[in-house]
């Protein structure tokens, strides 16, 4: 999975975790509390990055792409989640 830079990216992210949940039904729970993790930083982001459009402070704007970083390290993590997960089947 590629880098998240905007909101535009969630949707694609969305799809991914459906995909991770169908190709490794063994760590189901995982995979809900990684959905569970970056539902809360989207929704966080998405709530920043309005309150910049209604105020247009640069503060918001910070705060929204800190919650892009935090999504992002949580897909780094799950990809190296995933290498050792394909690792072991094989």
Known sequence: MEKIKTYEDFPKLREQ???WRKR???????????DAMLEKHMKEHMEYFIK????????????AQEELD?????????SKVELMALLSKG
Do not use: G
């Open 70 to 78: 935090h999504i992002n390290r949580i897909i780094t993590a799950i």
């Open 52 to 63: 910049y459009k209604q105020s247009r402070r640069e503060s918001c704007l910070i705060k």
């Open 17 to 19: 975790l459906k995909k």
């Open 24 to 34: 490794f039904p063994m760590f189901a729970h995982d995979v809900k509390a990684f």
